[in-house]
C-alpha cells in the first residue's frame, strides 16, 4: 500500500510541476486573448438575456464556455490530460507504449465529443443553422485547445508555431472568439432592427447575394 500511495503521490506531483511550468502565456497576448474572450463572454450572455426557449440555452452554454476560455488563457487547463498520462506512463514503465495509449486516449475522446456533438445537434439543430458564426468560432478556439492538450505525437509544436511575430494559438484563439462576438452583436442588432421594424442584416444580405443571381 506504501508504495502505491508513493508511486501516485509521485504521478501527482510531477503532474502539477509540468502543468503549471507551462502556466501563462506572455503578457501582451494574454491579455489581449482574455479580452477578446471577456468581450465575446459579455455579448453572448447579452443575447442569452433576450432569447427564449432553446436559443437561450444555446447562447447560455457558449457564455459558460467562453469564461472557461477566459480562465483557461492563464491555467492551461487543457494540458492536464497530457501531463498526467506522460507522468502516470513513467511511473509504472510505459513509457515506450505511451503513444499507443495516447492514440486510445484520443479515440476515446474523440468518440466521447462525437457523441455530444451529435446530441447538441439532435437537440440545436434549428438554432445551430441559425447560429453557424457563433458555432464555428467556438469549433475553431475550442477544437485548437483540445488537439493541443492532447499531447500526442507531433501536437507539442503548436505551441512554438509562429505566424509572423504572433504565435499561431495566439490567432486560433483570437479568430474563433472574433467570430463569436461577431455572431453575437448580429444577433443584438437583428433584435433592434426588429423591435424597429427594420429588415435584418441576414435577410438583407441575402436579398443582396439574390440579385445578382437573378439578374
Not at 486516449?105 to 465529443?113: E, L, P, S, T
Not at 469549433?139 to 504572433?166: E, Q
Request: proline residues 2%; positive net charge.
Amino acid at each position: 500500500i506504501g508504495k502505491f500511495h508513493f508511486v501516485y503521490w509521485d504521478v501527482m506531483t510531477c503532474t502539477i510541476d509540468r502543468w503549471t511550468a507551462v502556466w501563462g502565456d506572455p503578457l501582451l497576448f494574454a491579455s489581449v486573448m482574455m479580452a477578446f474572450y471577456a468581450l465575446a463572454a459579455w455579448l453572448t450572455w447579452r443575447v442569452a438575456r433576450q432569447e427564449t426557449g432553446r436559443e437561450r440555452w444555446l447562447w447560455g452554454l457558449g457564455t459558460g464556455l467562453l469564461i472557461f476560455l477566459f480562465v483557461n488563457t492563464h491555467l492551461d487547463l487543457h494540458v492536464l490530460p497530457g501531463a498526467f498520462g506522460r507522468c502516470l506512463a513513467r511511473a509504472q514503465g510505459w513509457w515506450e507504449h505511451r503513444r499507443t495509449v495516447q492514440a486510445i486516449y484520443i479515440a476515446i475522446v474523440g468518440g466521447v465529443m462525437l457523441l455530444t456533438l451529435i446530441g447538441v445537434v439532435v437537440v440545436f439543430f434549428r438554432n445551430l443553422l441559425r447560429n453557424m458564426l457563433f458555432v464555428s468560432g467556438f469549433m475553431i478556439a475550442a477544437g485548437y485547445l483540445v488537439i493541443k492538450g492532447s499531447g500526442f505525437h507531433g501536437t507539442d509544436g503548436l505551441s512554438s508555431l509562429m505566424v509572423g511575430p504572433v504565435p499561431f494559438g495566439v490567432l486560433t484563439e483570437i479568430l474563433g472568439a472574433s467570430m463569436i462576438a461577431l455572431a453575437a452583436l448580429i444577433k443584438l442588432s437583428d433584435t433592434k432592427r426588429a423591435a424597429e421594424g427594420r429588415m435584418s442584416w441576414g435577410a438583407q444580405s441575402w436579398l443582396w447575394l439574390r440579385g445578382p443571381m437573378l439578374g
